[in-house]
């Protein structure tokens, strides 16, 4: 997988925006970027993913730079319950699969607070 | 409807005992992964299926046996529990083919204690 790198921890006031930033400088042409967020005693949940362009979900937003070599997940308006763990994700593309392995680092914790 | 489930979610065990943990997911799904996760917090692949045929075997102990009867099901079977199996395994169902394969649906856990 491309290497993410994340900040260990980052901290949210309730209903403001929360922005997560991931770096992958040696990401490849062909590789997406995925975000899942794991709560606490629950398993990894999807976010969101992309390629090139901005996404936006029911859940959060995809802000990819225009070199792709980083990318910041946007929760809007942060709750108590978006505490997680948020795991930003290259999966290695080979011939156009990563067979579905996928590489989880260290993340970013995300405390939201009141 | 709980889209993957896992039983049992608790599984406490004495070395040398083998055991298994079951998986089932109703999404329609074709590839199905199993996940351990140590007590540090890290997550990793072990393995995965499509269609009942192994595609990721990563770098397991030949204790740890994967069966998946039907493409809805991925149980895990681990002969002679050690100590260093203790961890949180987790089930993922996914649909096979471009960014489907990596947007991966998980099961709530079940934690494998080994005394």
């Known amino acids: 997988d491309a290497k993410t790198t994340q900040p260990p921890s980052m901290d949210c006031a309730e209903g403001r925006a929360a922005n997560l930033p991931c770096n992958h400088s040696?990401?490849?042409?062909?590789?997406?970027v995925y975000w899942y967020r794991q709560i606490h005693s629950q398993g990894p949940q999807y976010i969101i993913h992309?390629?090139?362009n901005n996404e936006t979900n029911e859940m959060a937003s995809l802000i990819i730079t225009e070199d792709r070599k980083s990318s910041t997940l946007i929760l809007p308006h942060a709750t108590l319950r978006d505490t997680a763990v948020y795991y930003c994700?290259?999966?290695?593309?080979?011939?156009?699969?990563?067979?579905?392995?996928?590489?989880f680092g260290q993340g970013t914790i995300l405390t939201v607070h009141p | 409807d709980t889209a993957v489930s896992q039983t049992p979610k608790y599984l406490v065990t004495q070395m040398g005992n083998d055991k298994s943990i079951k998986c089932e997911q109703n999404?329609?799904?074709?590839?199905m992964y199993w996940y351990k996760q140590d007590s540090k917090k890290f997550l990793k692949i072990m393995f995965s299926?499509?269609?009942?045929?192994l595609i990721i075997n990563e770098t397991v102990p030949n204790r740890f046996s994967p069966k998946s009867p039907d493409k809805a099901h991925l149980n895990l079977h681990i002969n002679s529990l050690e100590l260093g199996d203790s961890a949180v395994y987790f089930c993922?169902?996914?649909?096979w083919g471009g960014g489907d394969t990596d947007t991966q649906y998980f099961g709530p856990g079940t934690r494998l204690t080994v005394l």
């Open positions: 993922a169902s996914s649909s």
């Open positions: 040696t990401i490849s042409g062909n590789e997406y």
């Open positions: 992309g390629l090139k």
């Open positions: 994700i290259v999966p290695f593309n080979a011939g156009g699969t990563s067979y579905g392995k996928l590489t």
């Open positions: 999404l329609g799904h074709d590839t």
């Open positions: 299926y499509n269609n009942k045929e």
